[in-house]
């Protein structure tokens, strides 16, 4: 890296001056000025280096500055940077059908977006009109997006101060043993459970009001929660039986994160939206989308989906695409997730979570996980309370700061840690982040009964 602390201080001048920042208040914020970035790592002016845990917000599948990425979105740039989406392009043809190839079942047909908000937004929109009904139903612990229909969906206090913007949005409790809402002992009892209480949920609603049950397939942000076995095609099964439309929001877990190309293939379960976004090209230029099933597609064969926008299928974006899914498929890149999830992340964890008294649980697959930490590990008492600010956050603001010293970018949200570095991570980096936490771990460590 090159080191220009001036050139730094300009960069960060000007942010202060004249970026208003994602969900923050703007005077408490001290963003990093950024010099560059490639693989697994990126760099301030000073030339401190960190290894990326987050993957920017778990999108930077395959690294910052894959060469071959870059070079296609070049060489698309050359020839034809822009086009309106009405037209039939080589880029956008091409990026459908390399994601209609691999998304499960009969979601054959792509809807491009510029993001996963106006993904999940279309998703609930086209559910709507399919079914003729108002209500959708949405599992507290997820995370939808920021625009007005998405973040209520959302089950997390960024939903709050937009509650009662959009109409219609019913919370369930979908499963999480670690921290049971069923008294559940045991995986099984949570499903039977979690799927029962969705049952009552959807019966007291009126199942003839309900349009979509919008999940995560596996919820991120809120937690990494893998779905126990059997729980998700119990979704299915009540959708089926209600006629409900079963949306699976991928846009954090799609796209190799889960060692799968898609989290449904780890549960054989085929939805029948599929929203996406992130990982389709490593975030190079915004995209997301929706994979809609055939029924749904057919439903606007002769009526037009009263929907769309100037970018949509943007040919850059769509360039990205097809050269990150063809790079990760040459280069392997979602075995890599899976293998080295399996062989190297998940018995570090678990190693560290033997030493820390501070973890209290650690779980997920792939390349995406999650490290919960708690005060008490008998009464699972959390790090910090939920949604916890200023002073309450104390511990976790420490193990930050301890992870960053000691040459890390962490994930950090509430009492949890998430290891969701990209997913052509290299086993000597894994290691490297695995011996950073252990550091921060024992900054948490301090604050444990
Ligand atoms: N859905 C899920 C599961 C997400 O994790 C996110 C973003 O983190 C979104 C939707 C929103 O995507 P975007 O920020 O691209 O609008």
């Not at 009405?86 to 047909?109: H, M, N, V, W």
């Not at 769509?318 to 998940?346: K, P, Q, S, Y």
């Not at 008492?381 to 976790?396: F, S």
Request: glycine letters at 10%.
């Amino acid at each position: 890296p090159q080191i220009d602390p001036q050139a730094g201080a300009a960069v960060k001048a000007a942010d202060r001056a004249h970026v208003f920042h994602s969900w923050s208040a703007q005077e408490l914020i001290d963003p990093l000025a950024v010099a560059g970035a490639e693989g697994s790592y990126f760099w301030d002016y000073d030339g401190k280096r960190y290894l990326d845990l987050t993957s920017g917000l778990v999108y930077t599948n395959i690294g910052y500055q894959h060469p071959k990425v870059v070079a296609a979105i070049q060489d698309q740039a050359a020839r034809l940077t822009t086009f309106a989406p009405a037209f039939a392009i080589e880029a956008r043809s091409e990026a459908a059908r390399l994601i209609a190839e691999r998304t499960p079942g009969d979601l054959d047909k792509i809807f491009f977006t510029n993001g996963g908000a106006d993904a999940v937004e279309h998703a609930v929109r086209m559910a709507r009109l399919h079914t003729g009904r108002p209500k959708v139903l949405a599992a507290y612990r997820s995370y939808h997006g920021g625009t007005q229909q998405a973040i209520n969906i959302t089950g997390d206090p960024r939903r709050w101060a937009s509650d009662g913007a959009a109409a219609g949005v019913v919370h369930f409790w979908a499963p999480f043993l670690y921290r049971s809402r069923f008294y559940a002992r045991t995986q099984e009892e949570e499903c039977a459970r979690a799927l029962e209480h969705l049952e009552t949920t959807i019966a007291f609603e009126g199942p003839g009001t309900v349009a979509a049950i919008v999940l995560e397939t596996i919820p991120g942000t809120a937690g990494i929660m893998a779905p126990p076995p059997g729980y998700l095609a119990g979704v299915r099964e009540i959708c089926d039986k209600h006629g409900i439309v079963f949306v699976l929001d991928e846009v954090m877990a799609g796209f190799g994160r889960t060692g799968e190309w898609f989290a449904a293939d780890l549960y054989d379960v085929t939805p029948d939206l599929m929203t996406f976004a992130k990982g389709v090209n490593s975030g190079y230029v915004p995209l997301g989308g929706v994979a809609i099933s055939g029924a749904i597609a057919e439903t606007f064969g002769k009526r037009p989906y009263p929907g769309g926008l100037t970018y949509s299928g943007h040919p850059l974006a769509c360039a990205a695409a097809v050269a990150t899914i063809n790079t990760m498929a040459e280069e392997g890149i979602v075995e890599n997730a899976r293998h080295l999830g399996e062989t190297v992340v998940e018995p570090g964890l678990r190693a560290l979570a033997e030493r820390h008294p501070s973890v209290g649980e650690v779980r997920g697959v792939g390349m995406f996980w999650a490290v919960e930490l708690v005060r008490n590990r008998e009464t699972r008492e959390p790090l910090v309370p939920y949604n916890a600010a200023g002073e309450a956050n104390a511990p976790m603001a420490a193990f930050g700061a301890a992870a960053k010293k000691a040459g890390v970018w962490p994930f950090v949200n509430m009492n949890r840690t998430h290891f969701v570095p990209p997913l052509n991570v290299s086993e000597s980096e894994v290691k490297e982040g695995l011996a950073a936490l252990d550091t921060a771990l024992s900054v948490a460590d301090e604050y444990t009964d």
